[in-house]
């Protein structure tokens, strides 16, 4: 079970940081920032490969330290599955910022790649404070990256971005220290359970979920998301839409079944927060006034979806769960990236500027309403999949419960068909779009900021469109692959529901 070359996942994507910072080249740049994700989405496919078939838990104690005071980096299915999503939807992201040019700018490669060794370490450390470490060295180059790209709008909204998670790490931080007083530990296979017998433990704990919740923008602590996330650039956005609230989502997935070892202390009010943030983002839907708002708005539903399996805590409901994150983030990111072929085209992403985009845009129009279907949850696409598990999951739970997260189902996914419903209708038909901002600035005739005449011969290069249906196409695959892929999510959540494996492999 001794694995010493987990390591490798933080340190390579952090020295190919490095040397993107000292060495110029356009070709080595370019090259190092594929390169990070793409080793990172192989290696996790092969310790998937290896945790279904010969070793269920992998372990590296850092440093050669006895276990409980080396740094304890643990690799399980789980681990493996969110290493092998979020290492591939970084390359296809980075390949849609290549196309946009926003790679060319200065230090956006190493500022990737750290973001990219932050989430791969916050993913695979077995240490609640070394997880509040990896997230810092995540949020340090998001900064920078927010600030960098998208419109003047991003400066505003990067002070908002900054201010709300220095707070909410310093909440995290004050869990951490509850936590560590009243168990002595803060080694996730020392606390298995802890948090269920001692109530200063599960204090300590709750105050961890509590930031967690907040980075991942459940309600009600989820304002900031579409406020923030829309004002830096499409390829961004979509980068911290697959990466940081699915990291925070994928920690409380993993405290609260190890740790609280799912008891039902918090389960009523993680229930209220999934809920309602169903239904808050998908009503706000209907107010987002471009396409990457509402896409914002549709983010915070789908971190209530994927609370659910918390909420309900059973095996069926988590792995529902796991599931519907997967789905989110190849879904979401392929309608995000898409909106930003949209923008780069267009020059707008604004819902009254854009019209009739049916006629013009074909290969844009099947990519966009499949991927909506997917959100709202029609077959053929894995939201269908997503929900119906989650549904049949609540039916597990008791009568009044299943009742309601049904209903609550069931009407926020017609909410969110009239509210996308809305978005394709202004987008996509209508009358033809007469003027548009080009983003050319020598086709402007002097004023940058005067939309010109729109001529027929403009369409998306079909370069800009591969990304969004990459990520379409992976989305649709879950559909058609639904069975090995609950399969292997069962597996992933067996493993964290009953950790002993987990135990004896960090502490032998």
């Not at 980096?73 to 493996?80: C, E, G, N, P, Y």
């Not at 069931?410 to 779009?433: D, N, T």
């Not at 135990?503 to 032998?508: Q, T």
Request: glycine share 10%; proline share 6%; net charge neutral.
């Amino acid at each position: 079970m001794n694995a010493p070359y987990l390591p490798l996942f933080v340190a390579l994507p952090l020295v190919a940081a490095g040397v993107a910072s000292l060495v110029p080249g356009r070709l080595l740049h370019r090259s190092l920032l594929l390169l990070g994700p793409v080793l990172t989405g192989i290696g996790g496919v092969w310790l998937l490969s290896l945790h279904l078939t010969d070793m269920p838990v992998a372990v590296a104690q850092v440093g050669g330290f006895v276990p409980g005071i080396a740094i304890p980096f643990v690799s399980d299915t789980l681990t493996a599955v969110m290493l092998t999503v979020t290492g591939l939807t970084t390359a296809v992201v980075l390949t849609f910022a290549m196309r946009t040019g926003e790679s060319s700018l200065p230090y956006f490669t190493p500022l990737a790649l750290i973001l990219t060794g932050g989430v791969n370490g916050a993913l695979l450390t077995g240490d609640l404070f070394n997880l509040f470490v990896f997230v810092e060295v995540m949020l340090l180059p998001s900064y920078a990256l927010l600030a960098m790209t998208g419109t003047w709008r991003r400066l505003g909204v990067g002070r908002l971005f900054l201010t709300v998670n220095l707070v909410t790490s310093a909440i995290f931080l004050i869990g951490i220290g509850l936590l560590y007083a009243a168990a002595g530990a803060v080694n996730t296979a020392a606390l298995a359970g802890v948090a269920g017998e001692d109530p200063r433990v599960a204090l300590g704990a709750s105050v961890i979920l509590l930031a967690l919740l907040i980075k991942a923008a459940a309600v009600p602590v989820h304002g900031w998301l579409p406020r923030a996330y829309p004002g830096t650039s499409a390829a961004i956005m979509a980068l911290f839409a697959g990466l940081h609230s699915k990291v925070a989502l994928y920690a409380i997935y993993r405290i609260y079944t190890v740790v609280y070892d799912a008891t039902s202390t918090y389960l009523p009010i993680l229930l209220t927060i999934a809920l309602a943030s169903i239904l808050v983002g998908s009503w706000a839907s209907f107010g987002g006034d471009t396409i990457r708002r509402v896409l914002a708005f549709q983010m915070v539903a789908g971190v209530g979806y994927i609370l659910l399996g918390v909420a309900l805590s059973t095996a069926a409901a988590l792995a529902a769960g796991l599931f519907y994150m997967v789905h989110h983030i190849l879904t979401v990111g392929a309608l995000i990236l898409a909106s930003g072929a949209i923008e780069r085209t267009y020059g707008s992403g604004n819902l009254t500027r854009l019209a009739n985009l049916l006629r013009r845009e074909r290969g844009l129009a099947w990519i966009f309403g499949l991927a909506l279907l997917s959100l709202v949850g029609f077959p053929p696409s894995s939201g269908f999949w997503g929900k119906v598990s989650l549904v049949m999951a609540a039916t597990q739970s008791d009568a009044v419960v299943a009742t309601v997260v049904i209903a609550v189902i069931i009407g926020a996914s017609i909410i969110s068909l009239l509210a996308l419903q809305h978005l394709w209708r202004e987008v996509f038909w209508g009358p033809p779009m007469e003027l548009y901002r080009p983003a050319d600035p020598l086709i402007h005739e002097g004023d940058p900021n005067r939309p010109v005449h729109l001529p027929e011969w403009v369409r998306i290069p079909r370069g800009d469109l591969v990304p969004a249906a990459t990520m379409l196409g992976l989305s649709l695959a879950m559909f058609l692959a639904a069975g090995p892929l609950f399969d292997i999510a069962g597996e992933a959540i067996a493993g964290i529901l009953d950790p002993t494996a987990y135990i004896e492999a960090v502490f032998p």
